[in-house]
Every structure is written in C-alpha cells, then in structure tokens.
C-alpha cells in the first residue's frame, strides 16, 4: 500500500480507528463504538466528540440502534478499504 502524507487530526483519527479494537471500553460510549467514531472522524476530519454526535443523531433519525448502525459503518468502511 502506497504511503500517503496525512495532517496531525488525519493521523489521530488514523490512530485511533487503529487502536479502538485494541483500547478498553469507555463507560461513557456505547459498546463498539469507538471504530465507528475513528472512521467519521477520518472521513469527516471530525473530534470524536463530534463523531459521537454524529451517531447518535443518525441513529435518532433513522430510528436505527446505535449497536447496527455502528455496525454498518463499520462493515461499509471495511467493503470501501
């Protein structure tokens, strides 16, 4: 894989979508969420504040738990690497 020059937020995000599988859960978020946060945060070039936000409003919108669709996130980003 070719390597790409990113900007610090880039690489934070980067960083933690890399390391969201390896850190423990934070109480304050929803179980599994942190891969799908570090994915809008790369996407988006969000803070993860923002990220969390922004699940929990789409979840709320489409009435769809936040479990799916961080789940779908997840395996969208992984058919899109």
């Known amino acids: 894989m ?7 937020p880039e690489e934070r ?4 979508l890399v390391g969201a599988t390896r850190s423990p859960r934070s109480p304050s978020i929803a ?3 942190s891969r799908p946060k570090g994915v809008l945060m790369l996407i988006y070039r969000i803070d993860a504040d923002a990220a ?11 009435n769809i738990k936040l479990r799916r669709l961080a789940a779908q996130i ?3 980003f992984s058919a899109w690497t």
């Open 2 to 8: 070719a390597s790409m020059s990113m900007s610090p």
């Open 13 to 16: 995000a980067r960083d933690e």
């Open 31 to 33: 179980p599994g969420s």
């Open 52 to 62: 969390l936000d922004l699940l929990r409003w789409r979840s709320q919108q489409s």
């Open 74 to 76: 997840i395996a969208d």
